[in-house]
């Protein structure tokens, strides 16, 4: 079964505090995603990646960069964190497939902005 | 664009009881439908996927039935379990930009004894 990882599990910053959430795949999936879960809103896409060097912009962007370093690495950069950015975080990835590939999620990262 | 409605927030019911989860989704192209589940404080993990019109799919009790002509994938167990309780999303890969897939908001089961 493919393995996501994400580091920190749990993480409190200030507004105006800086944030780099870490997520890895071993399988080599082409395709990584980072989303953000909230109560009444589901799985919402900020930011997805093809491979190494390659960022795609999802659903809800703003106040997110992301940076694909490897095929197995992806990162979500809150540079200015804001108390609306406090949410459940997950990395997945997928093979694509044509649409038709599961996505694999991480465990989560919980993150409060205060 | 794409999108995907699930129209229940909260299901409760008893154990023994049959139940139905609604799904119904708007895409251009043709359709490739998903069921994940969450259970407490763990991932999302795939429960079921089809892209077949009229064809039920099953997994671990659940069915689904991918209908075209309705635009819905309704997920449906004949007796649910204390177990079922859980958050469940359906999804709808969208290939507009790329390989993505846009998810219901999610409708959580509650199973009591």
């Known amino acids: 079964e493919a393995a996501v990882t994400q580091s920190p599990r749990n993480k409190v910053t200030v507004t105006g505090g800086n944030v780099t959430l870490s997520c890895r795949q071993t399988?080599?999936?082409?395709?990584m995603y980072w989303y953000r879960q909230d109560t009444g809103h589901g799985l919402r896409l900020i930011h997805y990646?093809?491979?190494?060097?390659?960022?795609q912009i999802g659903d809800v962007p703003d106040g997110y960069k992301a940076t694909r370093t490897t095929q197995e690495d992806f990162f979500l950069l809150l540079e200015l964190a804001s108390p609306s950015q406090t949410s459940l975080y997950f990395c997945?990835?997928?093979?694509?497939?044509?649409?038709?590939?599961?996505?694999?999620f991480g465990p989560g990262t919980r993150l409060l902005v205060l | 664009g794409d999108s995907v409605t699930q129209t229940e927030g909260l299901v409760t019911l008893t154990k023994g009881l049959p139940v139905m989860l609604n799904c119904t989704y708007q895409?251009?192209?043709?359709?490739?439908l998903f069921w994940y589940v969450q259970h407490l404080n763990e991932a999302p993990k795939l429960l079921l996927k089809s892209s077949t019109d009229n064809k039920r799919t099953e997994h671990q009790g659940f069915y689904a039935t991918l209908h075209k002509s309705s635009s819905s994938f309704h997920l449906q167990k004949s007796s649910v379990q204390l177990s079922d309780s859980a958050l469940y999303f359906c999804?709808?890969?969208?290939?507009?930009?790329?390989?993505?897939?846009?998810f219901g908001s999610g409708t959580r089961l509650l199973v009591s004894p």
């Open positions: 990646s093809y491979g190494a060097g390659n960022l």
């Open positions: 895409t251009t192209y043709s359709p490739f």
């Open positions: 399988n080599s999936h082409n395709y």
């Open positions: 999804a709808l890969s969208d290939l507009t930009g790329g390989y993505k897939v846009v």
């Open positions: 997945a990835s997928s093979d694509a497939d044509w649409g038709q590939d599961t996505q694999y």
